[in-house]
Nanobody
Framework: QVQLVESGGGLVQAGGSLRLSCAAS????????MGWFRQAPGKEREWVAT????????FYADSVKGRFTISRDNAKNTVYLQMNSLKPEDTAVYYC????????????WGQGTQVTVSS
């Protein structure tokens, strides 16, 4: 079992930056691939980025590649999403997810954090 709590969302102007954090509880955190997903109003939830259990591999959706960076600190049981050059189309609720396999989300979700990018 793992519990996830996101933070760091907010309102930012286009071109700005935000850093999201996902604090995890549970001893198995270090064993899990971790990821971020997002859901915009009226749209399906979509995958954003994944970091492997060791932090050695990262993967990104084409829409955020080059602008977002996912990372993790296993000593702090925390995953981060650094978001730069934000665009209005990045506006969504961002969710942390644990135990992704082959790009498919695991069973563990956080409650989400709202990111709003104004033009």
């Amino acid at each position: 079992q793992v519990q996830l709590v996101e933070s760091g969302g907010g309102l930012v102007q286009a071109g700005g930056s935000l850093r999201l954090s996902c604090a995890a509880s549970g001893r198995r955190f270090k064993n899990y691939n971790m990821g971020w997903f997002r859901q915009a109003p009226g749209k399906e939830r979509e995958w954003v980025a994944t970091v492997s259990w060791s932090g050695g591999s990262t993967f990104y959706a084409d829409s955020v590649k080059g602008r977002f960076t996912i990372s993790r600190d296993n000593a702090k049981n925390t995953v981060y999403l650094q978001m730069n050059s934000l665009k209005p189309e990045d506006t969504a609720v961002y969710y942390c997810n644990a135990d992704l396999t082959n790009g498919n989300p695991g069973d563990y979700w956080g409650q989400g954090t709202q990111v709003t990018v104004s033009s």
